[in-house]
């Protein structure tokens, strides 16, 4: 299960995101995940669970956004979605084609991240005030 490798590696990044931004609580992770990748996505949310037992992410989620199958269709010169991805076809002209234009993506796009308030150690009287004159 190649999904758990996958899984593990999300959270290792975001571990490293965090401590970056001084252990930064981590709520999601944003995910686009392409029809063509190779990777199950039930078995990835599942990993993802498992990959952050114990760890600072445990109880964030991680939210998938499937991407489709598009093709560049030589005869219409356009990009459109196949209606099947067992048929690399254009579904206007039928013309078949091999270039994927979209489908096979499976990256990291965003964070929703909490970031710790700084210690707020200073008082009002280290401002300086000037009273306002209108002349």
């Avoid at 991407?67 to 010169?77: G, L, T």
């Avoid at 196949?82 to 993506?105: F, H, L, N, R, Y």
């Amino acid at each position: 299960m190649h999904e758990l490798s996958i899984a593990m590696s999300i959270v290792e990044m975001a571990e490293e995101e965090s401590a970056r931004r001084d252990h930064a609580k981590i709520h999601a992770i944003h995910l686009r995940l392409g029809l063509l990748s190779g990777v199950v996505k039930e078995a990835l949310l599942s990993s993802y669970e498992m990959a952050c037992a114990s760890t600072p992410l445990e109880g964030s989620q991680l939210i998938i956004e499937e991407v489709p199958v598009e093709v560049f269709c030589p005869a219409c010169r356009a990009r459109v979605p196949v209606p099947s991805i067992q048929w690399m076809a254009c579904p206007q002209c039928d013309t078949p084609t091999p270039e994927i234009v979209q489908g096979k993506e499976l990256e990291v796009i965003a964070m929703e991240i909490e970031t710790p308030e700084p210690n707020a150690q200073h008082s009002d009287t280290s401002r300086s005030s000037a009273p306002e004159t209108n002349q």
